[in-house]
Each structure stands twice: as structure tokens, then as C-alpha cells.
């Protein structure tokens, strides 16, 4: 291939707008993509936070003699008690990371869970 | 055996460990019908023994303190997953007592000797005392921690003297001294060392015997008195305290002083009322007199060496015995030799620049096999070696009927192991194998050290 005709091809492409110059001879061929035809850029956003467990251990909603209902779709404020889990010799509490909508309620009461497993899922 | 027989079997144990020994202690748990429990950090998530056990929990972050030194956390998924005992393999908290006393207390029993005997052997100087009074042979030295008067106690001993720290291991805090116009510093030294690693920055004196041998004994104790030691390995190859090769029997004990090994040996882990399996490590000099250094309350990497000399399934044992299970094996049985045996271990490090650690990912995986070959290992091709551990990747053990066949036939493995992908210490266990020191058996435990020494003079 005629690599003097490459770099022409880019030097010229600096000068322009373009984005991708594709070139074919015989077959008569010839398609441009300016910049903002390209397509953008996939955004992941997600809306749900996860909290998930400190510690390996047991899943407690809230001490003996006390009540702490936690339903999907109710809304938590930044800070809010979401029960804790106990480990041998420590009980871990949990709170709410943001404020927003339970959306998901994965953990049950004396489940046993494993360190990093998501327990709830809170909606922004 | 005077005593009543209480044995209570194991249904579900785990293993308070990771990488290859995690393997080892599950793959007895499968041939002894007994559940595993795997535990992993989230750096482990793809380890092997993850996958072949029959339950993995997740027990913490990556760093080695917030999950496998983290006791809560081990107990607690102990608990959890109902298993009635735990496997604390080598390293990590094989050695501690506070583990051994929370898993005990959380009504589970744990795979290893007592807390108080943990406890009582890991201070170098009580396990001293203990060695003295059974008549065990000990290196001269301070007979205890050292006080102001150090340097009338290292004169007493006679230089060269080594300084050690009384919770030491693997080197740290421990320095030789050969001359008093040093000892100031070396003592300043060790200390700071000691306090640094340790918290605790207490040390005591010990002759320093020049050009020993690093000689060990296996042993194992059962709840009703009876122990049983081994052939010997030697373990003499060793850098900066840290064992590379291990070979038993010894290519300079004579059965003689076999004997004498383990006779000593038992006779100081009758004093200590020692359960479990354990190793007596002594320096041994050239004159073949040897002194007591240290018992390692645990099951060891090298541990292969000498179930391929013995034929026996130390883990098996070290299970049985936590059971309540009496000793079957007689002391003729245990001490007999049947075949010479090497370790080689294999780190992801590369030797040709100071041992310096290659976490990476394994592009190929092919280990050595064939005929008296064991290859105990975690890795796998596309395995990705995390930074956070320790850096052995695989323990190449070879049995063959003499020492020269047993050279040929380590040679051979090393040459046909391909490891892909990072530097591996292979080339530095070839290096070994054509010393000529090392070949005719002439190892004492600066060997390494002067191998190294004459690559440097050759660059």
C-alpha cells in the first residue's frame, strides 16, 4: 500500500473536522463521520445504593424488646437505623448511606449473611 | 493408654486459612468424609480452595487484618456455618493462643495444641526453661530475658553471642553480635525490631553457634500421653531466615544421631504436655552436638518432606488426634525412613533482583509430574497472584530412593515446570541443585547467603 497516500490522508484529516474517513477504490466507496456524529458515549448511572454487610454474621432488625419495621417503598433519611449485624464478639450497626426510597429489602431478621453482601437497595 | 477414650467426630471443620494449605487441609477433610468451610477475603474470591470446598463464606477486605487475622470474624463464621472445629493451617494465627482460647470458647475445638501450650512454647524463653528442666540440650545463654547488666551476661556466655526477642519469629528482632564494642548497638537494634513487629521489646542472649545446621523434628502427641517424632529434616538452605529448600532425612545425620533426635525431641514435648502435631527445631553443629532453638506449635509448610519419608497423612493425624483419637502409629513406624525427600519452594519472586515479590497473573500453568513427584498448589492458568499474601505459589515434593536420585530426579521437575506470566524462584532452586556444597550434602544455614555472594562477584 502507497503509505505516502496514508499520511496525506491524515495530515489532510487534521485539517477538517472529521472523525472517521473510510476509502475503498474500485468499489467507489467513500464514507465520513464528522465529530458529532459519533455516537456518544454510554453513561451507566444507577439510582440504587447498596448497603451491604461490615461483617460476617447474624442480621438483626432491632434489639429484643424493641421495634424497628423496615417495608420496600418506605422512605429513609441519611443516617437512619437499618438494624445490625451481630458477630461473636461485636454487633455492627447499620444506617442508611443516603436518603431516599427502600427499594429493596434483601436481608431477612436472624439471616445469616457474609461480609460485603448487598442487604438493601436505596433509591436516590 | 490408662486413660478413658473421649472422642467426639468432626461433622463440618474450617479452615481458618487460604492458598495451598487451605487445598491440603481439604483435601484430607474429603477422604475423611468430614464438611469444609472455606473462608475468603474479597482479593480471594477466585482462589481455588474457594471453589473446592464444599462451603465458602466471605470473611473480610482484602488486607490480611481485617480477614485472616481478624478472630471475630473467623469465629463468628465458624459459628455460622456450624462447624465443629477449625484448621488453622500455617502463618496467619496458627500460633495464636488468643484465637485457639475464642474458638475453644465459642464450643468449638480447634486443630492444634492448647492455648496455654501455644502460649507457654511461643515465649522463646519459657520453651527454653521447658527444655532445660526435660534435659533437652540448649544453646549457653541467658537463661531468660536480659536486664542492665547485658553486658556481663553476653560476657559470661562468650562472643559471638546472637540477641533474639523473646516473641520473635522469622528473623525479626534478632541480630548477631561477635564483639562487645557492637553489642550497644546490636542490642539497641534488636530492640527497636522487636518492639516494632512485636510490641514488646523484652530479649534474651544465646551462644551463637557458627555454621549450623538448621535441624527440625516432627513430632505428634495425643491426649493420652503417647508421642511419636520423625526422621529429621534439614532445613538448613535457607535466606534471611526464611526456608527455600528442605530435605529429610539429613544428609548429615547418622542413625545414631537420629536417635538422639528424636528422643529429645519427645522427651520435651512429654514435658510440655504437648497435643497435636508440632515441630522441635535445633541448630546443630558441625561436631553433630546439637541445642534446642524453638518448637513450632503447628502444622509446617515443609510438613510433605516427612509424610513422604513416613507415608502417613500428618494432617489425617493432626485431625485424629483433635478428635480424641488415640496414636496408633508406633515409634518404630513413625522413625522409619523409607525414602529420601526434598521440598523446593516455589515463590513468585524474582530471585535475580534481592527475592523481590511478582504478583501478576499466570499465563501458563504446567506443573511438573511423573514418577515421585507432589506438586501442592493454588494456582491455575489465568489465576491472578494477589499482592496482600504471602508469595509461595506452589511446593514441589520429590521422593526417590537415594539422595543422588532424588537430585537428578528434582532437577528434572524444575526443568520441565513452566510457570507463565511472572518471575519465579525455578531458576534460584536450579542454582541450588549445582552447588557442590549443596550435592554432597555440605549445607549449613549461610550457604544461601555465600551462593548469592559469589553471583554478585561473577556480575
Known sequence: MDTKLISDVTNWMKTTDLAEFCYEQNGNCIEIKTEEALPEPAQYTCSLTAVTAPAVGIYHMAEKGKSLTLTEGQTVQEGDPLGWVETVSKKHALTAPVSGKLRKIIVQEGGVVEFGLPLFFIEK | ?459
Request: glycine letters at 8%; hydrophobic letters at 40%; a positive charge.
Open chain 2, 1 to 459: 493408654m490408662r486413660s478413658l477414650v473421649n472422642m467426639t467426630p468432626f461433622h463440618k471443620v474450617l479452615i481458618a486459612n487460604r492458598g495451598e494449605i487451605a487445598l491440603r487441609v481439604i483435601r484430607t477433610l474429603k477422604e475423611m468424609n468430614i464438611k469444609s468451610v472455606a473462608v475468603y477475603s474479597e482479593a480471594d474470591r477466585n482462589s481455588l480452595h474457594v471453589r473446592m470446598a464444599d462451603e465458602a463464606i466471605c470473611i473480610g477486605a482484602a488486607p490480611s487484618s481485617l480477614s485472616y487475622l481478624d478472630i471475630d470474624a473467623l469465629v463468628t463464621a465458624a459459628k455460622v456455618t456450624h462447624a465443629d472445629a477449625v484448621h488453622p493451617g500455617y502463618g496467619f494465627l496458627s500460633e495464636n493462643a488468643d484465637f485457639a482460647k475464642a474458638v475453644t470458647q465459642a464450643g468449638m475445638v480447634f486443630i492444634g495444641p492448647s492455648a496455654q501450650a501455644i502460649e507457654m512454647l511461643g515465649v522463646k524463653s519459657t520453651a527454653r526453661e521447658i527444655a532445660m528442666k526435660a534435659g533437652v540440650p540448649i544453646t549457653p545463654g541467658s537463661n531468660g530475658i536480659v536486664g542492665k547488666n547485658y553486658h556481663a551476661v553476653a560476657k559470661k556466655i562468650g562472643f559471638p553471642i546472637m540477641i533474639k526477642a523473646t516473641l520473635g519469629g522469622g528473623g525479626k528482632g534478632m541480630r548477631a553480635c561477635f564483639k562487645e564494642e557492637d553489642l550497644d548497638l546490636m542490642m539497641k537494634t534488636a530492640q527497636g525490631e522487636a518492639r516494632a513487629n512485636f510490641g514488646d521489646d523484652r530479649v534474651y542472649f544465646e551462644k551463637l553457634v557458627l555454621n549450623p545446621r538448621h535441624i527440625e523434628v516432627q513430632v505428634a502427641a495425643d491426649n493420652y500421653g503417647n508421642v511419636v517424632a520423625f526422621a529429621e529434616r534439614d532445613c538448613s538452605m535457607q535466606r534471611r531466615h526464611q526456608k527455600l529448600v528442605e530435605e529429610s532425612p539429613s544428609p548429615f545425620v547418622d542413625t545414631k544421631t537420629r536417635q538422639k533426635l528424636q528422643e529429645a525431641a519427645a522427651k520435651l514435648i512429654k514435658a510440655a504436655k504437648y497435643r497435636g502435631v508440632g515441630t522441635v527445631e535445633f541448630l546443630m553443629a558441625p561436631s553433630k552436638e546439637f541445642y534446642f532453638m524453638e518448637v513450632n506449635t503447628r502444622l509446617q509448610v515443609e510438613h510433605p518432606v516427612t509424610e513422604a519419608v513416613c507415608g502417613q497423612d500428618l494432617v489425617k493425624m493432626q485431625i485424629q488426634i483433635a478428635q480424641g483419637e488415640p496414636l496408633t502409629l508406633t515409634q518404630a513406624e513413625a522413625g522409619k525412613v523409607r525414602c529420601y525427600a526434598i521440598e523446593h519452594r516455589i515463590n513468585a519472586e524474582d530471585s535475580a533482583h534481592n527475592f523481590m515479590p511478582c504478583p501478576g497473573t499466570l499465563t501458563e500453568w504446567i506443573p511438573a509430574g511423573g514418577l515421585g513427584v507432589r506438586v501442592d498448589s493454588h494456582m491455575y492458568s489465568g489465576y491472578t497472584i494477589p499482592s496482600y499474601y504471602d508469595s509461595l505459589i506452589a511446593k514441589l515434593i520429590v521422593t526417590a530412593p537415594s539422595r543422588e536420585k532424588l537430585l537428578k530426579r528434582s532437577e528434572r521437575c524444575l526443568n520441565e515446570f513452566v510457570i507463565g506470566g511472572v518471575k519465579t524462584t525455578i531458576p534460584f532452586h536450579q542454582k541450588i541443585l549445582a552447588n557442590e556444597d549443596f550435592r554432597r550434602g555440605n549445607t549449613d544455614t549461610g550457604l544461601i547467603e555465600r551462593m548469592m555472594k559469589q553471583d554478585e562477584g561473577k556480575k
